[in-house]
């Protein structure tokens, strides 16, 4: 099959990617094949994690309600800083494309504790609306959350750090992490201009976990420096996640974590295929005031970090402000 040469309508070539079994009790053998993962693709599939299909599912279904809402009622829970409701084309990702923005909606929840959550209220639907809807998306948070921390031990081991290094440092401190439901609409745009779903972009923070309903879309440019840029589809593999890293990780592993074509964090991009699309993104994302500097065990004399050291908050709030329509943080 031909690579589709950057169209944002047609669908490129599958790419493998492995699959990483969390459960296996192999620990070090596991640390390898993502460490391998993380520098050949960036991106990997988690499989036997803990998460039910059904809690998998559940989260889908509940989604789909909220979307499906009239848009003045999912306005009345309007993001707060990037926490709540997202109408279209609110987010645009890749900052530099000519595009209104990223045909998608999205709704951003987090942890209610710590300063995140005092600082950014989550924004719920009413009970009498949705009765399941803050159950569900609480019990998957936090079963998420303990995948998170599971996986990072296991990417702590990869970098020959001690297993539990990411908690030392403060990262899981506030649960910074959310979860984004996306729905995309799946029409095209009536003004003939090709907008993305999600256009072109790498994540922020340390992981991202993702679940999709298995509708295609999802692809990913392994070499960002190439033109005409080759995009790869990732399809969706029930109940299992698709994870990426993010470029905070990459800061922190002084771009280790990068393919041997040395890249970024890996760039992805979601693109219309014609159908109805859900996802749910969760961004395991450090401590607001976690300061991310290279690794010792990912530097030497010959290999000096590539980035200064920066607070995760800071980050963000840049990273935000270029992204989302009027961010400024605390609107
Ligand atoms: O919906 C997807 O498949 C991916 C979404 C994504 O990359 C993001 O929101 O950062
Ligand atoms: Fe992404």
């Given at each position: 099959m031909k690579y589709n040469r950057d169209?944002?309508?047609?669908?490129?070539?599958?790419?493998?990617?492995?699959?990483?079994?969390?459960?296996?009790?192999?620990?070090?053998?596991?640390?390898?094949?993502?460490?391998?993962?993380?520098?050949?693709?960036?991106?990997?599939?988690?499989?036997?994690?803990?998460?039910?299909?059904e809690l998998m599912e559940g989260v889908l279904i509940e989604s789909r309600k909220l979307f499906s809402l009239p848009l003045d009622e999912k306005m009345v829970m309007?993001?707060?800083?990037?926490?709540?409701?997202?109408?279209?084309?609110?987010?645009?990702?890749?900052?530099?494309?000519?595009?209104?923005?990223?045909?998608?909606?999205m709704f951003t929840f987090g942890s209610s504790e710590g300063v995140l959550g005092q600082l950014y209220p989550n924004k719920w639907p009413l009970e009498e609306l949705l009765p399941l809807w803050r159950p569900t998306m609480e019990c998957y948070y936090k079963n998420v959350m303990d995948v998170g921390k599971k996986l990072f031990g296991l990417v702590a081991l990869a970098l020959n750090l001690e297993e539990n290094y990411f908690e030392q440092v403060g990262a899981f401190n506030d649960q910074a992490a959310v979860v984004r439901l996306l729905r995309y609409s799946g029409e095209s745009n009536s003004s003939g201009e090709e907008t993305c779903g999600a256009s072109a972009h790498s994540d922020f923070g340390m992981i991202t976990l993702l679940a999709t309903d298995g509708v295609a879309g999802l692809q990913v440019c392994r070499d960002k420096d190439k033109e005409p840029k080759v995009w790869e589809d990732v399809a969706g593999i029930k109940g299992t996640f698709v994870v990426n890293i993010g470029d905070l990780m990459e800061r922190w592993t002084n771009g280790l974590f990068r393919s041997l074509l040395d890249l970024r964090s890996t760039l992805h991009r979601?693109?219309?295929?014609?159908?109805?699309?859900?996802?749910?993104?969760?961004?395991?994302?450090?401590?607001?005031?976690?300061?991310?500097?290279?690794?010792?065990?990912?530097?030497?004399?010959?290999?000096?970090?590539?980035?200064p050291p920066v607070r995760a908050r800071d980050y963000?709030?840049?990273?935000f402000?270029?992204?989302?329509?009027s961010y400024s943080g605390s609107d």
């Open positions: 169209k944002k309508n047609k669908m490129g070539t599958a790419l493998k990617l492995p699959i990483i079994d969390l459960s296996s009790p192999e620990k070090l053998s596991t640390s390898r094949l993502i460490r391998q993962a993380c520098l050949d693709h960036g991106f990997f599939y988690l499989t036997n994690h803990g998460v039910s299909e309007a993001r707060h800083g990037f926490r709540g409701y997202s109408p279209l084309y609110d987010e645009k990702l890749e900052s530099s494309s000519t595009s209104i923005g990223d045909s998608k909606e979601v693109v219309s295929v014609g159908k109805e699309r859900f996802s749910v993104a969760v961004f395991v994302d450090p401590d607001p005031n976690c300061v991310v500097e290279c690794l010792e065990s990912c530097c030497s004399e010959t290999s000096p970090p590539k980035f963000f709030h840049e990273r402000s270029q992204t989302l329509a």
